[in-house]
């Protein structure tokens, strides 16, 4: 009985390296220099019908941004998904900007498929695909050299599996196919020339397609989880590199809803 005991403890403290491993990995990539700023392909996992989430997380990397994320998810019927996206960037002293400032909004629809695993490792598999854009808008400014303007959008399809281990553990895998397209570039006063030059290249040479391949890891209690990504993408003009991470925080409103009720 002893033996047994101190496998589990050890089974559960290499399962607790292994996802610090994760997140420490997560949390390095998503420090990574990025010119403009990289969107993760990661939705919320939605299962059932009034499934209501929300995920936060902070932005931040080498350039000196700063910003932050927040998705939400809902599932106003059975298979239907309803997600939205928000992500605020500041960007601060680099290559001589006073400061910069970033918007973007992103809307999808998709559909879901939950089915009980046969594994009896795994409680749920979820199967979903998803359709929608993304619309940016960006102002860097310079110190006394001037300002640029520039937005892009995006039209993207994905699709997802998920695995849910108890309430405890998601891991999901996606796939997402985007069209991405830069616009209305205006540049005002003398900004440095290596930064002309990179804005009217992006003009030229849209649109742009490419592929983006992330996974996701959800850890923590039925109502909050932390949660990591790790995408890899095929699109790497300028240095908007092929890898990509974050971490974060996941919220269960549906799940908080229901344990406050039968906390009553």
């Known amino acids: 009985m002893k033996n047994l005991k101190y496998k589990k403890k050890a089974d559960l403290h290499f399962k607790y390296r292994y996802l610090v491993f994760f997140f420490l990995v997560f949390f390095t990539l998503s420090l990574n220099a990025q010119f403009y700023s990289a969107h993760h392909p990661t939705l919320i996992e939605l299962g059932h019908q009034y499934d209501l989430q929300v995920d936060i997380a902070p932005v931040l990397n080498t350039s000196r941004k700063l910003g932050y994320r927040i998705n939400a998810g809902f599932s106003p019927k059975e298979h239907i998904g309803v997600q939205a996206n928000y992500q605020r960037i500041f960007k601060t002293n680099f290559f001589a900007y006073e400061g910069s400032i970033e918007n973007s909004g992103e809307l999808s629809i998709g559909y879901y498929h939950r089915r009980k695993s046969s594994k009896s490792d795994v409680d749920f598999q979820i199967y979903d695909i998803y359709f929608g854009g993304l619309y940016s808008q960006a102002l860097d400014k310079f110190d006394s050299f001037g300002f640029s303007k ?17 309430k405890r553990v998601k891991v999901t895998f996606t796939n997402r196919i985007t069209y991405l397209r830069f616009s209305n570039v205006t540049i005002l006063g003398d900004p440095p020339n290596f930064y002309i030059d990179l804005l009217e290249n992006l003009s030229r040479e849209n649109p742009f397609f490419f592929m983006e391949f992330s996974l996701k890891i ?21 240095n908007y590199g092929p890898y990509g991470g974050q971490i974060g925080l996941n919220f269960d409103l549906h799940e908080m809803g229901q344990a406050f009720k039968k906390s009553k």
């Open 150 to 166: 520039y937005s892009y959008y995006k039209i993207f399809g994905q699709t997802g599996f998920h695995v849910i281990r108890s």
């Open 218 to 238: 959800n850890y923590g209690f039925n109502w909050m989880k932390v949660f990591g990504t790790l995408t890899v993408r095929t699109f790497q003009y300028l």
